[in-house]
């Protein structure tokens, strides 16, 4: 049974910083694209990060480049979101999504975590 399941979120003020994780099982998780993906509060599905099987390309909304790094752990079957420099705009539920298909679009990944919140207020 393939699982993904994110934790690392919580309260921060502007400025502040986070690290996300979901921790995969259930597939062979380095042969898989991967990517964190966000929901405000009234609003869609939005991409943030992506990284491809094997790390092979890595892409980033604009909206969070040069403060968000993802990365990704093989042996550990681990994929991290370092945030830095928090905006309140970055308030979300952050999902962990996946597939094996890495040509699809992240909308179409089949598999999803059941998110973590992350709160940015002063």
């Known amino acids: 049974e393939v699982q993904l399941v994110e934790s690392g979120g919580g309260s921060v003020q502007p400025g502040g910083s986070l690290r996300l994780s979901c921790a995969a099982s259930?597939?062979?998780?380095?042969?898989?694209?991967m990517a964190w993906v966000r929901q405000a509060p009234g609003k869609g599905r939005e991409f943030v990060a992506r990284?491809?099987?094997?790390?092979?390309?890595?892409a980033y909304a604009d909206s969070v480049k040069g403060r968000f790094t993802i990365s990704r752990d093989y042996p550990k079957k681990m994929m991290f979101l370092q945030m830095n420099d928090l905006k309140l705009d970055d308030t979300a539920v952050y999902y962990c999504t996946g597939d094996s298909r890495n040509y699809l679009s992240w909308n179409d990944f089949n598999y999803w975590g059941q998110g973590t919140q992350v709160t940015v207020s002063s």
């Open positions: 990284i491809q099987g094997r790390g092979e390309s890595i």
């Open positions: 259930g597939f062979s998780f380095s042969n898989y694209a």
